[in-house]
């Protein structure tokens, strides 16, 4: 069946990228992907909401670099449909808008931020700051290494690592509007000569071979189903010897989850694994599993806590900033698939194989 989300029905469509030139009259229009007024192969491109002819897909492809082109050797359409599709469910319009207007509420100097006025949104993964400095415990950094921060989001845990370790971090993430806050919060707590950010694909990075001395990811591979390019990938870039942190959502067992949870509003872009399977993963893309740590316990805790602050009413600036309105149902959906068994919160230290 062909994807017709946000094609509205019996009505003409056309497009306003550049080249486009796809006109839906009705749901026949749309066969296999095939559209019959233009007979082009169409792909449904959620930035715009409708289908478009492949070529449209093209800024998105050149916003994520040089890795763009390579990501889509690699994996084709399909790949740049699914990493589009997940840009896009982050990518909230008006964000660094809204979490300067934030910042500005809660009294805070916005163009001399301190890393305390954006801790409570600016790492967007379970357990937030608790968790990256109990990762990052676990990953014996020194001042003279370069870090990589794969999926960084908008950069908390990067500028975390780059204050307090003093290293260098490097950050890519998928999503343009992550890139662009993390660049500018960044600037103004004075990190820009320790923390850099692009925007880049996991899974086609920027970089050359054996660049970095440890690397990490948070709360990201959830969204990414070629799991065996990822490692490989992160493999690549890493030396030998280097360490690489996991912290994931993974599953139990293969019982279907409740959604919409914050990684994703189906399961078209969520992509989790077990952690036999992360181990196995690993294993093959030339890593060493050291430790697995089970986080849930932690996760639950961290939940109830949440829960027990929306009593005392939505706080300013929080992560319903990056997660909009749908927050607290998307939160009792982790909980939900938690308490049942079907997922599990994870902590994973490796080391790249010499
Ligand atoms: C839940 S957020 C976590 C962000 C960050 N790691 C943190 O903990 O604050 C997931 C992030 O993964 C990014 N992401 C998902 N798939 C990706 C991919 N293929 N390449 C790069 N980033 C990706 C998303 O854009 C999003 O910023």
């Known amino acids: 069946m062909p994807d017709t989300r946000g094609v509205p029905d019996m009505k003409p469509t056309t497009g306003t990228c550049s080249s486009v030139a796809f006109e839906r009259q009705n749901t026949s229009a749309v066969s296999d992907n095939q559209c ?3 007979n082009t192969t169409c792909v ?9 002819r492949q070529e449209c897909l093209t800024p998105f492809v050149s916003e994520l670099g040089a890795g763009g ?3 889509q050797k690699i994996g084709g359409q399909n790949a740049m449909k699914l990493e589009s599709e997940v840009a896009q469910h982050y990518g909230v319009e008006g964000l660094l808008e809204r979490i300067l207007a934030g910042l500005e509420a809660t009294g805070a100097d916005v163009r001399h931020l301190q890393p305390e006025d954006l801790s409570s949104f600016d790492e967007f993964h379970v357990g937030g700051h608790e968790a990256t400095v109990h990762a990052v415990k676990r990953m014996s950094l020194s001042e003279d290494q370069q870090v990589l921060d794969v999926g960084c989001g908008i950069g908390g845990a990067a500028r975390y690592i780059a204050s307090e370790v003093a290293c260098r971090v490097a950050g890519i993430d998928l999503t343009p509007a992550y890139i662009q806050i993390a660049q500018t919060l960044t600037h103004r707590v004075g990190l820009d000569d320790k923390a850099a950010f692009e925007v880049a694909s996991a899974l086609a990075m920027p970089f050359e071979d054996e660049t970095f001395d440890a690397a990490f990811t948070f709360h990201v591979a959830m969204n990414i189903r070629d799991r065996e390019g990822l490692y490989r990938e992160i493999a690549r870039v890493m030396k030998p010897g280097a360490t690489f942190c996991v912290y994931d959502v993974m599953k139990k067992n293969e019982e279907a989850l409740t959604f919409p949870v914050p990684w994703a509003p189906s399961e078209y872009t969520s ?3 077990t952690v036999d399977e992360m181990r196995t993963l690993l294993n093959d893309a030339g890593f060493e599993v050291e430790e697995v740590e089970d986080r849930t316990e932690f996760a639950q805790a961290f939940f109830r806590q949440k829960a027990a602050a929306v009593v005392d009413g939505p706080q300013p600036l929080g992560l319903e900033a990056l997660m909009g309105p749908s927050m ?3 939160f009792r959906n982790v909980v ?12 994973l230290i490796a080391t790249r194989k010499t």
């Not at 449904?44 to 478009?52: L, P, Q, S």
């Open 69 to 71: 082109e390579r990501l």
């Open 44 to 52: 449904f491109d959620t930035r715009r909401a409708r289908y478009v």
């Open 328 to 330: 607290p149902e998307k």
């Open 271 to 273: 992509h989790l694994t």
């Open 36 to 38: 019959v007024t233009t």
């Open 336 to 347: 939900k698939n938690m308490g049942d068994e079907r997922i599990v919160v994870v902590q």
